[in-house]
């Protein structure tokens, strides 16, 4: 890995050993929340924010700990990506890299500029959020082992999502060998370490950047990146985690398509996430008539927002919840 770090990623360097671990905020530039976490946090520590930017030697942190903005491009413009076929959280996938031609947009050459940091990391933390109103936390994931599901237990969140598969066909990637979905978590995933996105809410709600940015020194803290004293510098409330209990875990396993033919949803239940359905439930219909049902029970999983209907490519995804037993894989690091 090259030691020039990428523009916007700042590293924090520890004094004692420890993983590699990279926070990003604004991997997709709509999002708010993820871009005031990171800030926040090297405000907190009087480093430079805006970009982030250098290398600093931070007591409290174990390792390397680095924290950037995924995508500055497309935060300032206040847009998912920053122009062209994919978004960043859809770049990261070794048929893309070997392609010249498939990396020519803004969002690819970033992918292209933190693929080696990505690749090293021990853990990678991506802060996200979602469109909905009024939206609760999740964490995605692309592999489930061991390891994640020891990191989601710092998390007080109810479902733990298997994105994998599904994701990697809405880009393109329909060969049956290449099973990997192209996000940034993946790509971490792919190369031995602990990636997981943290649906932190909904975008543009700031005032659940404390909670959020808690959330964060949870993971950071049980991944062993810092320690409490390090927490206790950033300020934000109580670190103790509320009795719940663990979370499910769930898998996409459908991509309605949307044909653009007028579609309305049924029932107002259908426009939010997490909604239990039924085998052959009626979820909307065109304007031709034609009704779309629910292809199995499951949970309704990111339906399109009703001012996105006309031009947002899936309808909604299907979620089922799996077995308890997470499936470790070979080859991943299995030390701090």
């Not at 971490?188 to 964060?216: F, I, K, W």
């Not at 209990?245 to 044909?259: F, G, I, K, Q, S």
């Amino acid at each position: 890995m090259s030691s020039a770090l990428p523009f916007a990623v700042c590293r924090l360097q520890g004094s004692v050993p420890g993983p590699r671990t990279v926070v990003f905020g604004g991997t997709h530039g709509n999002e708010t929340t993820g871009v005031s976490v990171v800030k926040n946090v090297l405000e907190a520590l009087g480093l430079p924010s805006n970009p982030p930017a250098g290398t600093h030697v931070v007591d409290g942190v174990r390792g390397a700990l680095y924290f950037g903005i995924g995508n500055p491009s497309a935060v300032a413009r206040g847009t998912r990506g920053a122009g062209g076929p994919r978004d960043l959280n859809r770049c990261f996938h070794e048929s893309f890299f070997s392609d010249p031609q498939a990396m020519a947009s803004p969002d690819e050459r970033r992918a292209a500029e933190l693929a080696d940091l990505l690749a090293s990391a021990d853990y990678f933390f991506d802060l996200h959020s979602v469109s909905a109103p009024n939206a609760r936390p999740f964490v995605g994931i692309t592999t489930r082992t061991s390891r994640h599901d020891a990191i989601c237990a710092s998390l007080p969140v109810s479902i733990v999502l298997d994105v994998n598969r599904v994701l990697g066909r809405d880009v393109g990637i329909d060969d049956p060998a290449i099973d990997q979905t192209p996000t940034t978590c993946s790509w971490v995933n792919r190369h031995g370490g602990v990636g997981l996105c943290y649906e932190m809410g909904s975008q543009d709600d700031l005032d659940s950047v404390p909670r959020a940015t808690r959330d964060l020194l949870r993971l950071l803290e049980a991944c062993g990146s810092v320690d409490h004293a390090f927490s206790e510098r950033i300020g934000v409330p109580d670190l103790s985690l509320p009795t719940a209990d663990a979370p499910a875990n769930y898998r996409l396993t459908h991509c309605e398509r949307n044909r653009f033919k007028g579609f309305q949803f049924a029932e107002e239940r259908f426009t939010k996430s997490w909604t239990p359905v039924k085998k052959g439930d009626a979820i909307g219909r065109y304007e031709d008539g034609e009704i779309v049902r629910a292809p199995d029970d499951g949970l309704l999983a990111f339906p399109a927002g009703v001012h996105t209907l006309s031009r947002n490519p899936s309808l909604f995804y299907l979620a089922k919840q799996e077995e308890k037993t997470p499936r470790d894989r070979r080859g991943a690091r299995t030390s701090a």
